[in-house]
């Protein structure tokens, strides 16, 4: 398909221009290699065993049976890790099961054997004694005065930020700005409301797995499906006590992650088990395991309170969450703080107070997914505006244009928004939907029609990156940043950005795997920041080389610097001259003369503060520094079966602003896949739990959206307002594709039906109760 593309103008080079992905041949001829497909000389395999109790303590082993299977190499259990723990937030997990478990299927031990089958046969004899716990399975429960303490110690855990912890409560925070409770009294029109969405399970297309190995040295090198290689890591050596110099991490490719593959999944169990049998382990999780065992998006629970003048000026709104963490904190702390910091989504209201709580349950740890949080308090903000206009009798679009941030104006909190293309995102689906004549068309007997409207934002800029951009002899380029490239096609956006720096062919620039041997630190593939954070290192780690390049030139063709220019395909010359040098040139003059190899570093910090104490306060902020907006908009239109209550999305328009499109077909395919994995949020993905235990971690039991269930067109629509600081003015694309996807379904079958739905997802039975229903006003949930 064709992108739709509303730009600012496309300069010439590689930036702007829809190349294929680097990976693409590999991977159409079936050579990429994955977790499951490396082998290691007098490689075992390895498999886990989960806890048979979702609240538990461990009163002993009995590994006998299992250690005389056939095959067995060695067992692993909790008494034979440390006392090292690890995490993002809180250091509160072990690398396996130890002293105590905190859900059902919580790795308890392990057995790597000879083959795989013979592993997985050998963990079923593994006898746990268990001491039963009563369990806490929601967030209120575990809120209650008496309710079964998870972790006992909590007080001792290392925090990276003031969490507020205490009993069951992980984490708190609050944001305000101006004084909400007074701004009610100023409003003419008041809505609110209470939310639900469920779990929703990554379903990456490749499960979590990794392969690791023990030299004669006793170092450990670690492969495994991940977004960063940094917090792999991290998080293997502070739950196993290693020197972080002990333990090398790669990456192959990676079968898409979604935030799953974050944190650590059983990197740490694969590199206890090589340490304890010296032998190359690989251990891949099964799809039901991957399901089980790992993390899931969070479910919320939002009241919500939006106020108005009769003339659309919002004025008011307060928001207050309670998230269920799961066994451990993992990322949670940060998706709490980041939903907290959308709540008041892109407008401008002047009192905001948003406020949330994050609970340890006896469930698998939930964690970071595509959004952060931001879908779900985006899928209450964005019907209570609709509410707003149908009772002022405005136009949704209309009162969402009116009250919108604009360039210059502070976030939430008090960071400057110094790009912002929502007005032309809203200008867009606006015309190309048809806004002003919709529904018009002739209805099909049985089916109601109805459109819907949501925008949101979402962040581009946060934590630590870096790149290394080496000229070599010959003259082409190696890039190394330590991203990892997920399937979304980073390398090939960053190789686009240090091409067009450097004005060399794109097949001239070679990106490197991440290997923390010798990549730059980058925190990871996540949050939308891989684009503008790591594409900001590399333009100026390439623009360094430039330099170098510049100050040889100049020596050997006697000039000053300022008087040279690079030109395209590698050449350096002087500027209204036909006088230039090769690439190649340069670089012997480097390597071989004076001065050495060309080498170019630039390492950052996103810098911007979130808060200003001038303007708002803050409790428990996870993220001092976190930043720079993608804005977007969608407009959908659902037809609903007036029979069976399916809701099918018919056609949407979804745009994007990105800054600039380094490569306009990757946009492409992340608003159109954006859009497909909201829609399974929507109305069809939903993790259901019979007591502690997950019912449906399977594909037969799990529904996700098909190729059937595709809306018939997804028109992606580009918008560029340029972000002053982002690698040739780009910011993020892979999240703020999904944000408002779940609000605009939701608007549209509200459009439809004349019901409001306040719970995802929005399957036939609850759109059929809906439709059932006689007071449409009444605020009640079809549950």
Request: proline share 5%; net charge negative.
């Amino acid at each position: 398909m064709t992108v739709e593309n509303s730009k600012t103008g496309v300069t010439a080079g590689v930036v702007g221009h829809p190349v294929a992905k680097l990976d693409s041949g590999e991977k159409v001829m079936g050579r990429s290699e994955y977790i499951a497909d490396l082998y290691r000389p007098n490689m075992v395999h390895g498999a886990v065993l989960g806890s048979a109790h979702a609240h538990a303590r461990i009163v002993s082993y009995d590994t006998s049976e299992a250690e005389k299977a056939p095959g067995v190499v060695a067992v692993l259990t909790g008494d034979d890790v440390g006392e090292g723990r690890m995490g993002a937030f809180i250091k509160d997990e072990h690398a396996i099961a130890k002293g105590k478990v905190l859900y059902l299927g919580e790795p308890v031990a392990a057995v790597v054997a000879e083959t795989e089958e013979q592993a997985r046969s050998a963990v079923r004899l593994i006898k746990v004694e268990y001491e039963e716990l009563d369990a806490v399975l929601s967030p209120e429960a575990g809120l209650a005065k008496d309710a079964p303490i998870l972790h006992e110690n909590l007080d001792d855990y290392f925090k990276v930020f003031d969490t507020g912890s205490a009993g069951n409560l992980a984490s708190r925070t609050v944001f305000e700005e101006g004084d909400v409770e007074a701004a009610w009294e100023s409003c003419d029109v008041i809505v609110e409301g209470e939310y639900t969405t469920e779990p929703q399970a990554h379903v990456a297309i490749e499960p979590c797995g990794a392969l690791a190995e023990v030299d004669a040295g006793g170092r450990v090198t670690l492969w495994s499906a991940n977004q960063s290689v940094f917090r792999v890591q991290a998080n293997v050596c502070e739950s196993l006590s290693l020197p972080m110099t002990r333990l090398r991490c790669l990456t192959p490719r990676v079968g898409a992650g979604f935030g799953n593959k974050m944190e650590a999944h059983v990197q740490p169990i694969t590199v206890a088990l090589t340490l304890k049998c010296g032998r190359p382990v690989k251990l891949i999780l099964t799809r039901e395991e991957d399901f089980e065992i790992v993390r899931a998006r969070h479910p919320f629970k939002i009241r919500m309170k939006t106020g108005a003048k009769k003339d659309g000026t919002l004025i008011a709104r307060k928001c207050e969450v309670l998230l269920d963490c799961g066994a451990f904190a993992d990322d949670s702390p940060g998706v709490l703080g980041y939903s907290l910091l959308m709540a008041r989504g892109p407008y401008r209201i002047a009192n905001v107070r948003s406020e949330g709580k994050l609970v340890y349950t006896n469930k698998m740890r939930f964690g970071a997914y595509r959004g952060f949080g931001n879908p779900q308090v985006t899928f209450a903000g964005e019907q209570q505006i609709d509410d707003i206009a149908e009772q002022l009798n405005i136009d949704p679009i209309k009162l969402r244009r009116k009250n919108m941030t604009h360039e210059g104006d502070p976030w939430f909190l008090g960071q400057e928004v110094r790009s912002n293309g929502l007005k032309q995102c809203l200008d867009e689906v606006e015309a190309r939907s048809n806004w002003k004549k919709r529904n018009q068309a002739a209805q099909r007997p049985g089916v109601k029609r109805g459109t819907g409207i949501a925008v949101a934002a979402h962040i581009s800029g946060l934590l630590g990156t870096g790149a290394i951009v080496r000229m070599l002899e010959d003259g082409s380029i190696s890039l190394n940043t330590g991203a990892t490239d997920i399937g979304q096609g980073s390398d090939t956006v960053l190789a686009q950005i240090c091409a067009e720096t450097l004005k060399v062919p794109l097949e001239n620039v070679f990106v490197s795997s991440p290997d923390t041997d010798g990549s730059p630190y980058n925190w990871g593939t996540t949050a939308s920041r891989v684009t503008y954070t790591t594409g900001r290192a590399v333009a100026a780690a390439s623009a360094d080389v430039e330099k170098q390049v510049k100050e040889h030139a100049a020596q050997m063709l006697d000039c000053d610097i300022g008087d040279l220019e690079l030109r395209d395909g590698g050449r350096v010359g002087i500027v209204g001259s036909n006088t230039d040098l090769p690439f190649f040139a340069v670089s012997a003059h480097a390597h071989w003369a004076v001065g050495g190899p060309l080498v170019g570093t630039s390492t950052l910090v996103f810098e911007r503060d979130t808060l200003d104490p001038k303007r708002a306060v803050a409790q428990g902020l996870p993220f001092p520094r976190i930043g720079v907006m993608s804005f977007s908009a969608v407009v959908t239109e659902v037809e609903v079966d007036e029979v069976t209550g399916q809701a099918r999305v018919v056609e949407a328009w979804s745009a994007a602003d990105v800054g600039r499109a380094i490569n306009p077909q990757l946009v492409e395919v992340q608003l159109e896949g954006g859009f497909l994995q909201g829609m399974g949020f929507a109305l069809y993905e939903e993790m259901v739990w019979d007591g502690a235990r997950l019912a449906n971690p399977s594909l037969m039991d799990y529904k996700i959206p098909t190729t059937r269930d595709a809306p018939g067109v997804v028109h992606p629509i580009i918008v560029e307002a340029p972000e002053p600081d982002g690698p040739f003015g780009a910011k993020g694309a892979g999240e703020i594709c999904i944000n408002a996807v779940p609000a605009s379904i939701a608007n549209a079958v509200e459009d439809a039906t004349g019901f409001r739905h306040r719970s995802l997802p929005m399957t036939s039975e609850r759109v059929l109760r809906g439709m059932m229903s006689a007071d449409k006003t009444s605020g009640e949930e079809a549950s």
